[in-house]
C-alpha cells in the first residue's frame, strides 16, 4: 500500500516562472492537506482540499498561488510568478476522512529552490 | 497570543534520560497530533489522541482536555531519538516544535 508520494521532490525555478507540485494521497483518503516549511521555520498550513472542493484556503496566500484535486489524478499546488521568498519545503498530507479525527500521513516533500 | 505553545523549544539530552516535551493550546479540538520530523526533512504521525494517555514503544502522549495540555515523554532517550517533535491541536495548527538532540 503506497504511501503518500510528491512529486518532484526537488525543483528549481528561476524568478517569474510557475511551478506545479504534485501530491497523490494514500490509497482510499480523499482528504488533502498542503503546509509550507521555510527555512529554520515550523509547519504552516496552506490548504485543505477533497477531492473537486476546497475546504479551507485561510493560509494560502492571495495571490498567485492555487491548489486543486480533481476527481482524477494527483492533487496540484500552483505557484505562479515565483519569487525567491516562495523557496521552501512543501508538504503533503493525507487523511482518510475530514476533520481532526483522521490520521495524517505525509509525503516526503518538495524543495522549491528559486534563484 | 499563539494558538500553540511548545517548550522548550530546544533540548539537549544525554543517552538514556528521560523526556518531556510539553504543548499547551487555546483553540476547542477534538483529536491532538503529535508529529516527528528527522533531520532529513520526513514527516510521521506519532499518536493521535482525544483523551488520557497512548503508549508506543518509549514514547508516551498524554492529554488534559480540561488544562488544554499535552506532553509527549521518551523513556530511555536515544541518539536516534533526535528530531524536531510537533504538536498539532487541529490539522490547521501546528506548533513551531521542539528540536530534540540526544547525545550519546
Known amino acids: 500500500n503506497a504511501g503518500v508520494m510528491q512529486n518532484p521532490r526537488h525543483l528549481v525555478r528561476r524568478r517569474g516562472q510557475e511551478a506545479r507540485l504534485r501530491c497523490s494521497p494514500m490509497?482510499?483518503?480523499?482528504?488533502v492537506y498542503w503546509y509550507r516549511q521555510l527555512p529554520e521555520e515550523g509547519l504552516k498550513f496552506m490548504v485543505y482540499?477533497?477531492?473537486?472542493?476546497?475546504?479551507?484556503e485561510s493560509g494560502m496566500p492571495k495571490e498567485r498561488f492555487s491548489a486543486e484535486f480533481p476527481k482524477e489524478g494527483p492533487s496540484i499546488l500552483r505557484i505562479q510568478q515565483v519569487v525567491r521568498g516562495d523557496s521552501a519545503a512543501y508538504f503533503c498530507?493525507?487523511?482518510?476522512?475530514?476533520?481532526?479525527?483522521?490520521?495524517?500521513?505525509f509525503g516526503e516533500g518538495s524543495r522549491l529552490t528559486v534563484l | 497570543k499563539n494558538e500553540v505553545e511548545q517548550s522548550p523549544q530546544n533540548l539537549t539530552a544525554q543517552e538514556g534520560e528521560f523526556i518531556t516535551i510539553n504543548c499547551s493550546y487555546s483553540?476547542?479540538?477534538?483529536?491532538l497530533h503529535w508529529l516527528q520530523q528527522h533531520p532529513g526533512g520526513g514527516i510521521v504521525s506519532l499518536f493521535m489522541?482525544?483523551?488520557g494517555k497512548k503508549k508506543h514503544g518509549r514514547l508516551i502522549a498524554t492529554i488534559n482536555i480540561q488544562e488544554k495540555h499535552s506532553s509527549l515523554h521518551i523513556t530511555a532517550s536515544h541518539p536516534r531519538d533526535s528530531a524536531v517533535y510537533i504538536c498539532?491541536?487541529?490539522?490547521?495548527?501546528f506548533g513551531k516544535g521542539t528540536k530534540l538532540t540526544v547525545n550519546p
Open positions: 498530507a493525507s487523511s482518510p476522512w475530514r476533520g481532526d479525527t483522521g490520521e495524517l500521513f
Open positions: 489522541l482525544s483523551s
Open positions: 483553540v476547542g479540538i477534538s483529536a
Open positions: 482540499l477533497q477531492k473537486e472542493n476546497i475546504i479551507d
Open positions: 490509497k482510499g483518503h480523499s482528504h
Open positions: 498539532a491541536p487541529k490539522k490547521l495548527v
